[in-house]
């Protein structure tokens, strides 16, 4: 069974940098189905980027996905105050399984 | 529009079983690629993979809560059902109902719907 692990837990940064969050699996994702959702509070998580490097449709191209093998990165280029919330990894298909979060907030 | 409703019992008594209902329209539950899972969130805490239960009827299960759970379909209704049996405090959260495509992960969320074990 596949284990994901995201880092940091929490990262605390400024509307206009650059974020970087990653998700580390236990053993190779073979089928590349890796995706990435956001959560904002009380809402329902919404689909970001799935197949590793696929925009959802709707999602802006200052988010990016990237990664192979047993490591992934989700990358927002330029942070805006919308984006501010919890990021889970996930693998889907079979097996299916997401990471424990990232935490997006403002410094 | 793709939609899907979770409905339910609000609050559930410790070792009682737990029925969800997920109403989807918008798709079919037989065309081919479809996938309809449940996904699970205990309040503060990260999001858990119940089940899931494919267009051609077959079916996955998380492996720790196998032996708890059924997933069922009636695409008639198109409906899709999750039982689950001996509940105890800690399954409460929000539970909801997901759309998953072939290649393309969950693109599709109900509401939720927050499930209580309490006494």
Redesign the interface.
């Known amino acids: 069974?596949i284990v994901l692990t995201q880092s940091p837990g929490t990262l605390s940064l400024s509307p206009g940098e650059r974020g970087t969050l990653s998700c580390r699996a236990s053993q190779s994702v073979d089928t590349g189905?890796l995706?990435w959702?956001q959560?904002k509070p009380g809402q329902?998580?919404?689909?970001l980027i799935?197949?590793v490097s696929?925009r959802?449709?709707g999602i802006p191209d200052r988010f990016s996905g990237s990664g192979s093998g047993t490591d992934y990165t989700l990358t927002i280029s330029r942070l805006e105050p919308e984006d501010f919330a919890v990021y889970?990894c996930?693998v889907?298909?079979?097996p299916?399984?997401?990471?424990?979060?990232t935490k997006l907030e403002l410094k | 529009q793709v939609t899907l409703k979770e409905s339910g019992p609000a609050l559930v008594k410790p070792t009682q079983s737990l029925t969800l209902t997920c109403t989807v329209s918008g798709f079919s539950l037989t065309s081919s690629g479809m996938r309809v899972s449940w996904i699970r969130q205990p309040p503060g805490k990260a999001l858990e993979w119940l089940a899931r239960i494919d267009w051609d009827d077959d079916k996955f299960y998380n492996t720790s809560l196998r032996t708890r759970l059924t997933i069922s379909k009636d695409t008639s209704k198109n409906q899709v059902v999750l039982r689950m049996t001996n509940m105890d405090p800690v399954d409460t959260g929000t539970y909801y109902c997901t759309r998953e495509t072939f290649r393309s992960g969950v693109d599709h969320w109900g509401p939720g719907t927050l499930v209580t074990v309490s006494s």
């Open positions: 069974e189905y995706a959702y959560q329902a998580p919404r689909l799935y197949a696929s959802a449709t889970y996930q889907y298909g079979r299916n399984t997401f990471g424990q979060g």
